[in-house]
Structures are given as structure tokens and as C-alpha cells.
């Protein structure tokens, strides 16, 4: 049995880490593997600003310094920021799928533009990083928001009257006047809206947490990792000192909850 874990990058209890498992049910990825979410013990409270990106990434390198060590054959990162994707592919040999970078290639393959659609502004510059690495810039035929503040835990629940109908409107201007023949939801965190839309749309929409799934299960099937000519082990590994930000972030947020 191969088994994969998913980083979910906000601390969270049991019940609200049941709302991002709840992706499992947009793919089908038959026997043979299984996959175990884990959340953060620290990290910023929305991916907001370049403040919030240097916590991420530590939060995510922290949550998954030990995964190769504790038995998983991959990783999966649940964020469309790619956090900490580098440097987990930097420590582990087994492979790190993230969904911001693989997204925007299996647009390629799905068509020539493609837009973003995302639930605030502030997320732009997650998007427009990954791009730039990526040299996409050209394809991105445009990012459009619905202007609504994200939650993180709760996620699109209680707020589908509100929320798909914008997403609606914003998908077909991305399509109608931007040109875009492929969209991307913009977080993992609008997966429940993907059904949905997918059937109101005439385009593809790429459900970005359930990709890495397939990917991460496509990957240990060829036996694919990433490439240490890319990513090198460090020479003078601190993963200690990972751990000790990781445990003393998390007693600051036990303490100021």
C-alpha cells in the first residue's frame, strides 16, 4: 500500500480538516494507495502578503520534515502557493506535488490560455510568482476575483447562494472577454464549487487539490521524483532547528488562541 500525505497549511481541528478530505471525492484513484492529511502546527492566517509566504513555507517544511522518515512514498502540498514545495524537495527524495506550478501545465495540455479565478485580490501575487518561474505569462489569459474574504476552515460552506453565482459571472467574462479556453480555481479551498461550475461552463476547470492526487499516484506508478539536480540536499541540513520553530510557534499560538 503506498501512502501519501496531504499538508493542509492552517492549524485546524479534526472537524474542519474533514472539509479539505472531502477533495478525496473528486477523483477516483483506485486501490493500492491511501492518503493521510496532516495540518500545520503553525503558520499565518491567510496567505495574504510576503509576511504571511515566509511562514508558510516554514509551517509546511516542518509539517513534512519527516515524512520520508515516517513512511510516506509522497507528499502532497494543499495550498495553490506551492509553499514549501522547494524546500521539501530540497530534504526529501520521495516526490512533492504541488498544486500552483502542476495546475498551470496541465492547462497546457488542455488548451493554449487559460485564466484564474480566485476569491480575493490579495491572492494574485501567489499566482503571478508561480507564472514568472514557470515563464507562463504569455498563457495566462487573465486572473479575475469575486472580491469575497476566504475562510480557511469553513470554506465555501454556508456561502454556495452567494459565492457560485459570482464565480459564474467571473468564469464567463474570463471566457468570453479574456479568451481563455481553460480555467483554474484559484485555491484549494473552492473545491466544492468545481462540480458545480464545471457544468454551468463550456471550458475545462481544473480542480487543483485532487490533480496532485492523481499526479503524486501517477508519479510513484512510474516510479518519477523530482530531480536533485534541481532541488540538491542541503550540505548542512538544519532540521532541528526546523523542528524547534515549529514547536515554539505552536506553544505562541497554544498561548495567544
Not at 497549511?9 to 479539505?20: I, S, T, W
Not at 466544492?192 to 492526487?213: C, D, F, M, R
Not at 503524486?216 to 530531480?227: G, V
Request: aromatic residues 6%; glycine residues 8%.
Amino acid at each position: 500500500m503506498k501512502r501519501v500525505l496531504v499538508i493542509v497549511p492552517f492549524p485546524m481541528g479534526e472537524e474542519d480538516l474533514v472539509r479539505r478530505q472531502a477533495q478525496m471525492k473528486a477523483v477516483d484513484l483506485g486501490p493500492g494507495i491511501e492518503f493521510h492529511y496532516k495540518a500545520v502546527r503553525v503558520g499565518p492566517k491567510n496567505y495574504s502578503s510576503q509576511h504571511d509566504m515566509v511562514l508558510a513555507d516554514i509551517s509546511i517544511v516542518d509539517a513534512g520534515l519527516d515524512a520520508e522518515k515516517n513512511g510516506f512514498d509522497a507528499v502532497c502540498i494543499d495550498t495553490m502557493s506551492d509553499s514549501g514545495m522547494a524546500m521539501l524537495r530540497s530534504i526529501l527524495t520521495i516526490p512533492v506535488i504541488a498544486p500552483g506550478r502542476h495546475a498551470m501545465l496541465v492547462a497546457q495540455m488542455l488548451g493554449d490560455k487559460f485564466s484564474i479565478l480566485m476569491m480575493w485580490d490579495r491572492w494574485k501575487m501567489l499566482y503571478t510568482k508561480t507564472l514568472g518561474e514557470l515563464g507562463m505569462e504569455h498563457k495566462c489569459a487573465s486572473m479575475r476575483s469575486i472580491g469575497v474574504t476566504p475562510d480557511n476552515k469553513s470554506l465555501l460552506s454556508g456561502k454556495e447562494d452567494e459565492v457560485f453565482p459570482l464565480l459564474l459571472d467571473a468564469a464567463r467574462k474570463c471566457v468570453e472577454q479574456d479568451g481563455a479556453q481553460v480555467l483554474i480555481l484559484g485555491s484549494t479551498t473552492m473545491h466544492e464549487a468545481h462540480g458545480w461550475l464545471s457544468k454551468q461552463i463550456g471550458v475545462p476547470v481544473i480542480n487543483p487539490g485532487p490533480l496532485t492526487y492523481k499526479l503524486a499516484s501517477i508519479a510513484l506508478d512510474l516510479k518519477l521524483t523530482h530531480s536533485k539536480e534541481t532541488w540538491p540536499t542541503p550540505l548542512a541540513p538544519k532540521h532541528e532547528m526546523i523542528r524547534a520553530i515549529g514547536a515554539a510557534g505552536a506553544s505562541y499560538l497554544e498561548g495567544h488562541s
